[in-house]
């Protein structure tokens, strides 16, 4: 009987030893990524521009001089539109006059350089095309086509200037571009 017991305790002591400590504490944690759009959906336009002068029931017109969307997200850049607003312009002179944005007029005129795949469309590609800005207008777009691309366009602005409310003076506005 000797014989049987000792196999058993030394199984025993086998045993006890191959078990696994006891674990320590754990707190999981979460780990996310999110993969996002390298490079950024971008718009430039001239900080200033002038119209001159002119005369009560007149017009004036002026290049604004470049507007450039630049669309270097990736991957999967696609379609974009830019467009244009405008607000009243005022003379802050006494008396202040106010001539409202509907006088002001916009016209893209076709893309002065482009890159990259995909179609540009000038929303107002000829001055018979031209809006007025008594509300946001389209003033280019873009098709969705993967991969960088940018545009860029030189915008005419007319101005009517009313005749009877009109006043001699200054007049400022500000004509936003965005892009979207």
């Not at 030893?17 to 006891?22: E, F, H, M, R």
């Not at 004036?60 to 379609?79: H, K």
Request: glycine share 8%; aromatic share 6%; hydrophobic share 45%.
């Amino acid at each position: 009987m000797h014989r049987r017991t000792q196999p058993l305790a030394a199984a025993a002591v086998l045993a006890a030893t191959a078990l696994p400590a006891p674990a320590a504490s754990a707190a999981p944690s979460l780990a996310t990524y999110v993969l996002a759009r390298a490079g950024a959906l971008t718009i430039t336009a001239p900080a200033a521009v002038s119209l001159g002068n002119g005369p009560p029931g007149g017009q004036r017109s002026a290049l604004m001089g470049t507007v450039r969307v630049t669309d270097t997200r990736e991957p999967g850049a696609g379609a974009w539109t830019a467009t244009v607003s405008s607000t009243d312009y005022t003379r802050t002179t006494a008396p202040v006059v106010t001539i409202g944005r509907a006088n002001m007029s916009y016209w893209s005129g076709p893309a002065t350089a482009t890159q990259g795949g995909g179609t540009f469309i000038p929303a107002q590609p000829t001055a018979a095309s031209r809006v007025t800005l008594a509300v946001p207008r389209t003033a280019f777009s873009h098709t969705a086509v993967a991969g960088v691309n940018n545009a860029s366009w030189n915008p005419t602005l007319v101005l009517s200037i009313p005749f009877a409310t009109a006043t001699a003076g200054t007049y400022t506005g500000v004509i936003t571009h965005s892009v979207a």
